[in-house]
């Protein structure tokens, strides 16, 4: 797997006919270096159908878009909408039933299983509404979760990590002794433990107070100005506000954007 | 290897340690995270299910350390009594049993157990002579075994002939001699005629009150009614069925038998006695003593003569069976001992590994289930299936190492403590064989741990590696 933290100047963002477009052009002139300089996420035609028993439910219907590099990217929609899905495909955690997803230059529906994972520790990073910290780890722990395997976790990021979010004090706290806000920068921490150069966040700020949340938006919008790219599901108006370009979701279909 | 020093500090102290400076000094040791410290801070997260699985481990060691260390004990134990018993064993014709010939043996029907375990039914050749209290003396004595029959789940009975010297007496683990006491538990009684009869101890307090052993006694007619269990019929207590015997006035007994074991009711007579003075069970009650199962442990006997002479004791025997036990029988049987106790070895071995086992799948199973979403968070950070059972695989083989090592100690200390013990039971003696804790055993029982925890974890990881991580995090 490749991976790429150069920062560059985001284009407009296009979505729509525009983003078939771009995709069209990454896949048959530039080729794939190109296309990871231009678009971090290409969306294109992708449908995303779950069985539910006898019922099938699309989630995700024909949807296109591209989202640039460098630039914080909100999604925005109702319950039901396809925000999660669309997060778990570009995230590959999920494949799409049709259609093609292309983040950082690979397409992830022909990846194998193993690839997909390999993509995820070291081209994703996840915030969760949740936070999914592990409780019985250290702070410090929680952030090496995803080199856990490695032969020599990354110790010092780790500790720059938690300098970073805030957290360098408290490295030896479990998740238990720290506050919301806290637990939700110990997860940014843990995101960004890979050097990704794609952060996802599922509505990272909704179980947080507003200042809390702020504190949140603007670690993502430091992170950014790295070069790093963050896509962020969310209700949060104050989120969409912030975003570069937002994309709104309903019924699996994308019915708007802005930025 | 984990992170854990300050984790009972006060948060406010703690990051005002660090914030001053001290966080620049963390211990690159404390925090050497690995899959290691992941599974060592999950099974501390959660004592009860960690002791519990523990605990299961350690008691299944513990029981596979005390079969495999007795059954080696008593293995070696034995062999080595099959040894010494067919290297020692005087050739005794069988006239020196008889009391009618004029000698210094008489014989001795003697109901016992024989036991796979009881290495004395076999062992006993030399033994304390305690006939006169004043002149305790070692020397031999011999003994045949007159027939065997299986006695439940405990071994065989048989009647053993004893020869004894009938000044002196004798005493062995069985019928043992208090010198402190000056009084028997147990005692061969014999006359200075060569005849010979033991009583329970029971029944000589009930027949003979205020007699102590050693004591000339005249048998009175209206003592002279005892008490015999046919052969092959002296069980355990409360089992037996007596038979009345009423021809023993005039017979002068000193001594008196064992007060701890199943034969405390109970008279042993001379085989020849019994044929000569009894009339072979000829009593008002009971079944004749028709038949004599011999059992010589000497290849040179002359089965022939043998059975003549068996023949002859009474003319109330009308059939006999002799076998003789050879050299490679003594082989056969030591082999044989040594197959039982290694299947039964290997079947406590089966259902150790087997409890172990499920207890760690069990114990898994829950943990997955409850860390699902968890293991979801920890696909979606990028951890492969093969790592999630890695880590389940991991944590198995923690808890079944602390059990292991929990249960080996325990168990090897009940086999110190045990071994050579005497367990008195009702109308059952059992000594328990020195158990050895071999290195076999610890590795052996090291190799069934480890296979418990890899087939405990088979299933328990199959299901944490099988989860899709979206799948997963959107449980609740």
């Given at each position: ?5 150069k920062q ?37 035609q992708?449908?995303?159908?779950f ?15 591209v ?29 799409p ?13 022909t990846?194998?299983?193993d ?36 032969p ?7 500790l720059?990590?938690l ?7 408290r490295?030896?706290?479990t ?17 960004l433990?890979?050097d990704?150069p ?21 670690l ?16 949060d ?15 699996g ?7 | 290897m ?12 703690g990051?005002?340690a ?10 690159r ?16 997260s959660?004592p ?6 523990v605990?299961?481990v ?19 134990g034995t ?18 049993f ?14 016992t ?31 045949l075994?007159?027939?065997r029959?299986?006695?439940?789940g ?19 683990p069985?019928l043992?001699?208090?010198r ?15 005849a ?15 007699v102590?052993?050693?004591?000339r006694?005249?048998?009175?007619p ?34 008196v ?17 019994l ?23 000497d ?33 056969g ?9 290694y299947?039964?070895l ?7 590994v ?31 299936r093969?790592?999630?059972l890695?880590l ?11 059990g ?14 045990m ?6 039971m009702?109308?059952i ?8 804790t ?6 052996g029982?090291?190799l069934?741990?480890l ?21 997963a995090?959107?449980?609740?």
């Amino acid at each position: 797997m490749s991976r790429s933290s150069k920062q560059e100047g985001g284009p407009a963002p296009r979505a729509g006919k525009g983003a078939e477009e771009a995709s069209e052009g990454e896949a048959g002139q530039d080729g794939p270096g190109e296309a990871r300089a231009r678009h971090m996420i290409v969306l294109k035609q992708v449908t995303k159908t779950f069985r539910v028993g006898d019922r099938e439910v699309h989630a995700l219907r024909n949807l296109s878009l591209v989202i640039p590099r460098g630039v914080l990217a909100a999604v925005q929609g109702p319950s039901g909408s396809g925000k999660t899905t669309m997060l778990n495909l570009v995230g590959a955690m999920d494949v799409p039933t049709s259609g093609t997803v292309r983040v950082d230059g690979h397409d992830l529906q022909t990846l194998t299983d193993d690839s997909l994972t390999e993509f995820r520790r070291r081209n994703v990073g996840f915030v969760f509404q949740f936070f999914n910290l592990i409780p019985v780890l250290s702070a410090v722990e929680n952030v090496l979760v995803p080199t856990m395997f490695d032969p020599d976790p990354p110790l010092d990021r780790a500790l720059g990590l938690l300098e970073r979010v805030g957290l360098r004090d408290r490295w030896d706290h479990t998740p238990g002794r720290l506050s919301g806000g806290e637990r939700q920068r110990l997860a940014v921490a843990r995101a960004l433990v890979s050097d990704p150069p794609l952060v996802l966040a599922d509505e990272p700020t909704g179980n947080l107070d507003h200042e809390t949340g702020r504190s949140i938006l603007d670690l993502f919008e430091g992170i950014v100005r790295e070069g790093k790219t963050v896509v962020v599901v969310t209700h949060d108006q104050e989120v969409a506000r912030r975003a570069k370009v937002v994309f709104r979701l309903r019924d699996g279909v994308l019915v708007g954007e802005g930025g | 290897m984990l992170a854990r020093a300050d984790r009972g500090r006060g948060g406010a102290g703690g990051a005002k340690a660090a914030g001053s400076g001290a966080a620049a000094k963390v211990d690159r040791e404390q925090v050497g995270f690995g899959p290691y410290g992941y599974v060592l801070a999950q099974s501390r997260s959660n004592p009860i299910r960690t002791g519990a699985t523990v605990a299961t481990v350690a008691v299944s060691v513990a029981f596979l350390i005390i079969v495999a260390s007795l059954s080696v004990g008593l293995s070696g134990g034995t062999e080595v009594a099959l040894l010494d018993y067919k290297a020692g064993t005087p050739v005794l014709p069988i006239s020196d049993f008889a009391p009618t010939r004029e000698g210094r043996h008489v014989g001795l029907l003697a109901p016992t157990l024989l036991d796979p375990s009881d290495v004395n039914a076999v062992r006993i050749r030399s033994q304390e002579v305690v006939g006169d209290p004043a002149r305790v003396s070692v020397s031999p004595y011999t003994e045949l075994v007159l027939g065997r029959r299986p006695l439940g789940g405990l071994g065989f009975q048989a009647l053993r002939l004893v020869g004894v010297d009938p000044a002196v007496g004798l005493a062995t683990p069985h019928l043992s001699y208090d010198r402190s006491k000056g009084l028997a538990l147990g005692r061969v009684l014999s006359s200075p005629d060569g005849a010979q009869v033991v009583l329970g101890y029971r029944l000589w307090q009930e027949r003979f009150p205020g007699v102590q052993p050693g004591s000339r006694i005249t048998l009175r007619p209206e003592n002279a009614s005892l008490y015999f269990a046919p052969v092959g019929q002296l069980r355990a207590r409360g089992e037996v069925t007596l038979t009345r015997i009423d021809a023993l006035a005039g017979l002068e007994l000193v001594g008196v038998l064992d007060r701890a074991t199943e034969t405390d009711l109970c008279a042993f007579v001379p085989l020849g006695y019994l044929a000569n003075v009894t009339g072979a069970g000829a009593t008002a009650a009971g079944p004749r003593c028709e038949a004599v199962s011999v059992e010589v442990r000497d290849p040179g006997v002359d089965l022939d003569a043998l059975a003549r002479e068996l023949v002859g004791l009474s003319p109330r025997i009308t059939s006999y069976y002799v076998t003789a036990t050879r050299p490679s029988d003594a082989s056969g049987l030591r082999e044989g001992l040594r197959s039982s106790i290694y299947g039964w070895l290997v079947i406590a071995a089966v259902v150790t590994v087997a409890a172990m086992v499920l207890g760690v799948s069990n114990t898994a199973l829950l943990s997955v289930a409850q860390r699902r979403r968890e293991i979801g968070t920890l696909r979606a950070l990028g951890l492969a299936r093969r790592e999630v059972l890695r880590l389940v695989t991991y944590e198995a083989l923690f808890l079944v190492m602390m059990g292991w090592t929990i249960g080996f100690l325990s168990g090897h200390i009940v086999v110190s403590t045990m071994s050579g013990s005497h367990l008195q039971m009702e109308g059952i003696g059992l000594w328990l064989a020195p158990g050895r804790t071999v290195p076999s055993i610890a590795v052996g029982s090291l190799l069934a741990a480890l296979l418990a925890a890899l087939a405990g974890a088979a299933l328990p990881g199959a299901r944490a590696a099988g989860l899709e991580p979206a799948e997963a995090l959107s449980g609740p």
